[in-house]
């Protein structure tokens, strides 16, 4: 088949790179509450069908060689599969979240109890943040979302933590309310950086700030992004994405990827995918 479409001139080689990720198996999921656009309390979900798709994910990640540690689930805290927003783990500092809405404050100190079982040197935050969810490295940097959850003075607080620079991002449409709803960042290795992104889900100047940043970046659409397709987690040549994302599908592969396709349909009822199950453990 000739493809018509653009390719990159030189495709870099792409190369994966071990992962350790924390996970939390969805035995309490359910939607109780409405916190984002994509939760309906009124829609029934189905914990038996979050769990056997949720297990794809994990032997998915055990399958490419991935060290997968498990947090224990608590009863009455639903949308703690979504590890994520747990905190935000580099060089062996955990970055401990506090949340926006009541609903999940809890989760906080419980994923803060893991962290420091672990081994962690953990930090407790003063300011409103939704770790990973808002947070992603990429190179020697820190993309910081801001707008819906993350307050941005998290963003001078992660700064202070971990001495990076930090690159603030504003989110403006509420139903990409975390950061890796909108970014997908497929390669973090220092010099060989390379994200996508959903343009439309960031105010003018915080687009102005990728391209100048990612002028290669992977540009997803609308219908991907809106099936959580961007909620994705690779590991430099892997990448595990929404099933139902085939443009993006497509995309990665023109760019030298591996993408590997599952169906999170019931995780979607609460607002999250592939990324927000996934805490990825920088030690
Ligand atoms: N129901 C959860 C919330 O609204 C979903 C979190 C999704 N997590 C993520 N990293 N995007 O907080």
Redesign the pocket.
């Known amino acids: 088949m000739i493809r018509t479409d653009e390719q990159p001139a030189t495709r870099p080689e792409r190369r994966p790179t071990g992962r350790s990720v924390l996970m939390c198996r969805p035995e309490y999921f359910t ?1 109780v509450y409405r ?2 656009p ?2 309906n309390p009124a829609q029934p979900t189905d914990t038996g069908r979050a769990l056997a798709q949720w297990q794809v994910l994990y032997d998915t990640y055990v399958g490419l060689g991935y060290d997968v540690q498990l947090i224990e689930p608590i009863d009455g805290l ?2 703690m599969v ?4 747990g905190g935000f783990v580099i060089d062996g500092i955990a970055y401990g979240a506090r ?3 009541p ?2 404050q809890a989760e906080g100190p419980a994923y803060m109890r893991w962290f420091r079982e672990a081994g962690l040197d953990v930090r407790v935050p003063a300011e409103i943040n ?5 947070f992603l490295l990429v190179g020697d940097a820190i993309l910081a979302g801001t707008g819906f ?1 993350s307050d941005s003075r998290s963003h001078e607080e992660l700064a202070a933590i971990f001495g990076r620079e930090v690159v603030s991002l504003r989110l403006v449409n509420p139903s990409f ?5 909108a970014v997908a960042v497929l390669d973090d290795t220092p010099g060989r950086e390379h994200i996508a992104y959903l343009p439309s889900a960031f105010d003018e100047a915080s687009v102005a700030v990728l391209q100048a940043r990612f002028p290669d970046a992977v540009i997803v659409n609308e219908a991907d992004a809106a099936v ?1 397709g961007l ?1 994705s987690f690779s590991d430099g040549y892997n990448v595990v994405i929404a099933s139902r994302a085939k443009d993006f599908e497509r995309q990665l592969l023109d760019h030298g990827y591996h993408p590997i396709g599952v169906d999170l349909s019931e ?1 979607l009822l ?4 592939v ?3 996934t805490l990825e453990l920088r030690r």
């Open positions: 939607v916190i984002n994509w939760m639903p949308d979504y590890a994520a927003n949340f926006t809405h609903e999940r939704e770790g990973e969810g808002d959850r309310y975390h950061l890796d709803t959580l909620n995780l609460g607002g999250g995918g990324k927000c199950a």
